[in-house]
């Protein structure tokens, strides 16, 4: 990843993780808590692609992991958000721009079911029943609903933001220079072919108009004979 996708996701995640754990975490809200983290990673993903997405996913769910209060198994998210942020990049636009918001809000669904789904079979393979018990059919519900309130004004800013990243100014600009280099130097050199072509042309046409002197000059001679 570049230097400019690495700042700008490594801004992101940070912010929403503090934004979650110290105000959505404490709105006890009934069932899941809003995922502003997946969101993130979701906004990312659907620019950089799957590879980019994978990379994101894991870092969020790693730092998520050990920051408190984690109750969990560090390596536990950063597998989930993985996971899914490989797939959520597969969705990523060919030309870089979304027609509608359909597509987006189907993946923020899948990605808030399959998140939750995915939690709580690894936490089931290490022992942990928390979903069982808290009931793992209200936690899909309430999961999807509150990311699906959210997205819309979380995704649409992280995909702009990721977006403007990804145009580098310095860049545009080196290369405009580049280009305006290239094509200075190319007038340039066609306008001296071209003078040289004038100059060559005014030659011929001064040999051509002696030849034409000395051959009247021959034909007067001539004619005096």
């Known amino acids: 990843m570049r230097v400019n996708r690495i700042l700008l996701s490594t801004s992101l995640v940070v912010v929403a993780l503090v934004l979650q754990v110290s105000v959505l975490a404490r709105l006890h809200l009934p069932g899941a808590v809003p995922d502003l983290l997946l969101l993130t990673v979701l906004g990312l993903a659907m620019v950089y692609g799957h590879v980019g997405g994978a990379l994101v996913g894991f870092g969020a769910g790693l730092l998520a992991d050990l920051a408190p209060p984690a109750d969990h198994a560090a390596g536990r998210y950063a597998l989930v958000l993985c996971v899914i942020g490989y797939l959520a990049g597969l969705a990523k636009p060919d030309n870089g721009r979304l027609k509608s918001a359909t597509g987006p809000m189907l993946v923020v669904v899948a990605a808030a079911v399959g998140t939750t789904l995915l939690y709580a079979g690894v936490g089931a393979l290490v022992g942990d029943t928390a979903a069982r018990h808290v009931g793992l059919g209200s936690l899909l519900f309430t999961a999807a609903l509150?990311?699906?309130?959210?997205?819309?004004?979380?995704?649409?800013?992280?995909?702009?933001?990721?977006?403007?990243?990804?145009?580098?100014?310095?860049?545009?600009?080196?290369?405009?220079?580049?280009?305006?280099?290239?094509?200075?130097?190319?007038?340039?050199?066609?306008?001296?072919?071209?003078?040289?072509?004038?100059?060559?042309?005014?030659?011929?046409?001064?040999?051509?108009?002696?030849?034409?002197?000395?051959?009247?000059?021959?034909?007067?001679?001539?004619?005096?004979?």
């Open 146 to 225: 509150y990311d699906l309130l959210l997205a819309p004004f979380v995704v649409p800013g992280v995909m702009a933001l990721a977006r403007r990243a990804e145009n580098d100014p310095l860049a545009d600009t080196n290369s405009a220079a580049k280009a305006t280099d290239i094509s200075s130097g190319w007038i340039s050199g066609t306008g001296l072919r071209i003078g040289g072509q004038r100059n060559g042309l005014g030659g011929l046409k001064v040999k051509a108009a002696r030849a034409r002197t000395a051959r009247a000059g021959r034909i007067k001679g001539v004619k005096r004979l």
